[in-house]
Each structure stands twice: as C-alpha cells, then as structure tokens.
C-alpha cells in the first residue's frame, strides 16, 4: 500500500491546492455572460464547476501525503 | 405566500420532528462510552467519530439552516453578489486540509478541547485564552440565535405563529443536548443532512422544469431586477474587490468558531479530516444549487413580504403540501444540529478556559461535564431570549460583527502550529487592534462589514475582516519584534 512519493514531490504536489484561489479570486476573469451553458452563464456554471476540481485537486493532494495519524 | 395551517404539511413535519427528538434521547446510548460525565466524552464524542459522522455532523454544521434561507434570499435581493458563498465554501477547504489535521495532533496529543485549550497551551498565557475564548462565545451566541430565524420562517410557512412553537422545539433541543451531549447533533445530522439533500435535488431537478428551465429563471431574475433597479446578474465593477475579499474572509474565519472546531476535535484522526476536506464539497454543490433558488422565486413571480420567505414561499406554490411539509421539516431540523453544536462548542469554551481557569481549578473531569451540560442550556435559552425580546436585526448585525471578531483569533490559534516566533503579548495587541479596530469601521459603515480604501485615483471596497485581520497581524508582528522575549520561553 506503500504510494509514498519521494519528498520534494510531496511538496510540489501541495501547490495543486493554490489553483482554486487564483480560480475564484481573480474575479474580472469569470464575471460574464457567455458562454453559457445548459442555460447558466458562465459566472454560474464556472464557479459551480470549481467545486468538483476542487474536490479532485485535494483528493490528489491527499494521495501523496502520510496517513499515518 | 398563504399562512395558514395546511394539516398534511403540518402532519409530515410533526412526523420528522418526532422522529429526530426521540433520535436525540436515544444518541445517549449510541456508540455508548463507559461515562458520559466527562467532557471528552459530552463535548467531543469521544473524540471517536470516522469519516461519514465526521462529514454528516460538520456538513449539517457548518451548512445551516440559517444558510438556507439566507443565502437564497441574499441572491433574490441582490443577485450575483450573494453568490460569494460559494467561492467562499469551496476555497475553505484547501485550508481545512492543510491546516485542521495539524491542530487536531495537537489537541488530541494534549486533551485540549477548545480554542482557548489549544491557545494556553501554546502561549502559557491566560490572558490570551481568556481573549480567544470570550471571542468565540460573543461570535456564537448571535449566531445560534440566527439558526431560531431560520427555523421561524419554516414555522411560519407551516402556519404556526408566535413564539410557542419555536419555544417548544428549543427546549426540546435544549433537553436532549443536555442528555446525549455531541452525539445528539452527531446523529441527528444524518437524518437533517438526508432530507436537505433529497429537497435540494428535488428543487432544482423539478422547479425549472415548471418555470420554463434554466435559461428562463435566469432571464427572469434579470428582467425583475433591471424592473427594480438594484440586483444584477453579474458583479459590477466595483463589487469585484468586496466580493473576492467577503469570500477570502470567511473562508479563513469559517473553521475558527467553536462550532466547527468541536465538529474538527470530535473526529478520530487527521487523516478523517482529510478525507473529509475532499468529500465536504458535496455540500457546497449543493449549496450553490439552493442559492438558485432565490432566481426561481423572480421566474414563479413570488410577492413575498420579507426576501427571507422566497424558500418557504417556493416550496409552498409548486409542490403539494406533503413535500412542502417535508421540506420545512428539512429546515428546522436543519436549524436543530448546528445550534446544539454551537451551545456545545460556547459551553466547552466556558468550563475549559473560564470555570477550570477562574472558578475551580481543581475541578474534577465529571464537575467538568456537569458545568458544560449546564452551560449549554443558559447559552439556549439566552439565544432564545435574544429573539423573543429583541429586534431580529439586532442578531443580524451581532451575527456579521461575530465573523470579523472570530477572524481576529485566528493569528493566535493558527500561527502556533508553524513557528514558536509569536508571544502572547504581541498576539493579544494584534487581537485587540483587530477587534475593536474593525468593529469600530462596521460601526462607523452603519452596520455594513465593507470598507471603502483608496490608493491614489482607485478605490476598493474590502471586507473589513479580512482588513482587520491584516492589522492584527502586523500589529502582532511588530509588536513582537520591538518587544524583546523577557522571559525565555514561557511554555513548559
């Protein structure tokens, strides 16, 4: 069961978790109409789209680290 | 929106209410310690919850049911700004991964239980324990009372008027955390948790359907708010640095309330915490699905007299009442989980860091239990008190001071886990500072948490806790700095 990845990875890895803040903080990027999608404008299906990417981001965060606490 | 009694409504809710009270009593034999009358044991469950409690508990928490009316009718108010919840909901996780693991080891390895616990311990100053823990009482008993809000428009939708039936469910609450302690809410939760997620589902799958579909809910909201000349579909330009800075500032302020904490300390390992931080975002996505709801109240063409009745009302107008009593079930026992949680996590803070600290030292850990048992029924009944007797807009306005004032803790409860720089003095000045500084420009922005600053021509509007957060810190800092250690480390 031993997935440990070697140290400096680890913490290369950890940096994934930066991405949803530049995503969603950087607000001029996604305050917009088009493209729309399903019928939600992209300042909707944008940020809802964040929440599964986020989940998926830590989850890979999650595999390097121990866990072993 | 009709308020009078429709009897299958009010039968369904009675039903699930009946059935959570008899869950509470029966939380006292659930996964049953060898005592109950020890703080561990009352306040933390144990400290044994694995990864599903863990989420149902800190999900039915954190997401409550003051969030459910609120953030729905925010978004009908005002429209894309009151959609910054869910930026905020998603970005707090990164931070729960990072950073709850670490002061979860430490609590665990020292049989701390509160903030304050995690604080002393650190600092050695009880000064700044008694600081922290005051803080997160103040910032949670508004915030209990606003979970009484929330279940009042449910009520108030079934019918039921006045304060007796809100009365009623609390001391019932109030009676069964007494008993049952964290396990109450802990179980409780699963079934709160279930039905808000099948009445979301249920909403969003079938409400646009009879309003013409997405496009059509959207065009709507955007024709009634261009009608009434406020709200709009998308930020303006000047909204953009308030709302990045509202979501940012609640993210970090989110996981220091008592509340969240105890949900954090009540879990058996760092590693159910993060495990959760990946799996909690279900109920963001649900979350950002309910706010939505405040469009389709523009696209069924709700009049409504208060914004907080767009739920309830839209329940109400296109489902039968069976389901609409399901759904106001759903929301006061949505109101059920997080305010016993939070009575607990105010009644911990008050037998650790003032009763053990002040009162009696000596103690004994079944005294502990029995003076947090007690605390968490005065810390009830006085939300209870505060929404009998006072104005709602006084709990409002105290409930929004609460997230900047919990902010100002976090440099003392954080910044310990990474560097030993910090002493308490210089901490306590950063809080001060923080505290007063910020609730000074709330007060002077007539009650509103934004604050306007400028740098040559340009002007931004900021969340004044976030900008209170930034003074705290480099006020701690410099004061650190500029005062040299007079002892060598106070910690043992």
Redesign the interface.
């Known amino acids: 069961m031993s997935r440990q990845l070697s140290k400096p990875w680890v913490k290369a890895i950890r940096w994934l978790l930066i991405l949803p803040y530049i995503g969603l903080l950087w607000v001029p990027f996604y305050n917009r109409v088009e493209p729309v999608l399903f019928g939600f404008p992209f300042f909707y299906w944008y940020q809802l789209a964040w929440v599964p990417l986020t989940a998926f981001l830590t989850w890979i965060v999650y595999r390097s680290v121990r866990h072993d606490d | 929106m009709t308020t009078s009694i429709d009897m299958t409504a009010l039968a369904v809710f009675i039903f699930f209410f009946a059935l959570v009270t008899v869950l509470g009593f029966v939380a006292s034999r659930w996964r049953k310690p060898k005592t109950l009358a020890h703080i561990d044991e009352w306040g933390l469950g144990g400290r044994s919850f694995g990864t599903w409690i863990t989420w149902f508990l800190v999900g039915g928490d954190f997401y409550t049911a003051y969030t459910v009316i609120a953030v729905p009718a925010l978004v009908y108010t005002v429209g ?1 700004y009151g ?1 910054f919840a ?2 905020y909901t ?2 707090v ?2 931070l729960v ?2 950073v709850m ?1 670490l002061l979860w ?1 430490r609590a665990k390895d020292h049989g701390y239980v509160t903030a304050g616990d995690v604080v002393h311990g650190q600092y050695g100053s009880r000064a700044l324990e008694l600081t922290v823990a005051v803080t997160g009482v103040i910032a949670t008993m508004p915030y209990i009372a606003l979970q009484l809000v929330g279940m009042t428009a449910a009520l108030k939708a079934l019918g039921l008027h006045g304060e007796i039936p809100l009365a009623i469910a609390f001391i019932v609450l109030a009676v069964y955390t007494y008993s049952a302690g964290l396990r109450a809410p802990a179980l409780i939760a699963f079934v709160k948790d279930i039905m808000i997620y099948i009445v979301v589902i249920a909403a969003v799958a079938l409400i ?1 359907s009879k309003l013409g ?6 065009a709507s909201a955007d024709a009634a708010f261009q009608a009434k000349g406020s709200g709009n ?3 303006g330009g000047n909204q ?2 308030a ?2 800075t509202l ?2 500032g609640s993210a970090l302020a989110a996981f220091m309330y008592p509340h969240t904490l105890t949900g954090i300390f009540a879990s058996n ?3 159910t915490i ?2 959760n ?3 909690l ?2 109920y ?2 649900l979350l ?2 309910l706010a ?1 709801l405040g469009y389709m109240g523009h696209a069924a063409g709700l009049k409504l007299e208060s914004a907080n009745d767009v739920v309830p009302a839209l329940f109400q107008s296109l489902f039968p009442s069976w389901f609409a009593g399901f759904a106001f079930a759903a929301i006061a026992i949505g109101a059920l989980v997080p305010a016993a949680v939070m009575s607990i996590g105010a009644a911990n803070l008050f037998t650790r860091n003032f009763w053990k600290a002040y009162v009696n030292p000596q103690v004994t850990d079944e005294g502990e239990a029995k003076v947090a048992k007690i605390t968490s029924l005065l810390v009830k009944v006085g939300a209870l008190l505060v929404i009998v007797l006072l104005p709602t807009q006084f709990a409002l306005d105290l409930q929004l001071l609460g997230g900047i004032w919990i902010l100002q803790t976090l440099p003392a409860l954080v910044f310990g886990l990474y560097t030993n720089w910090f002493r308490a003095p210089a901490l306590l000045a950063g809080w001060f500072v923080g505290f007063f500084g910020g609730t000074y420009l709330v007060w002077d922005a007539n009650w509103k948490p934004l604050h306007v600053i400028g740098f040559g021509e340009n002007q931004f509007t900021i969340y004044t806790g976030l900008l209170a957060l930034a003074a705290n810190i480099a006020v701690a800092c410099i004061i650190n700095a500029l005062v040299p250690a007079r002892t060598a480390i106070a910690r043992a």
Not at chain 2, 213 to 218: P, Q, S
């Open positions: 894309a959609f869910l930026p998603i970005i996780y990164p991964f990072l693991p080891k646009p579909g997405y496009a059509n809910v959207f579909l998308l930020l953009y640095v709302y990045a979501a940012l390992s760092g590693d993060r495990k931080a990946v799996l975002p279900a963001t996505l950002g699905l939505l």
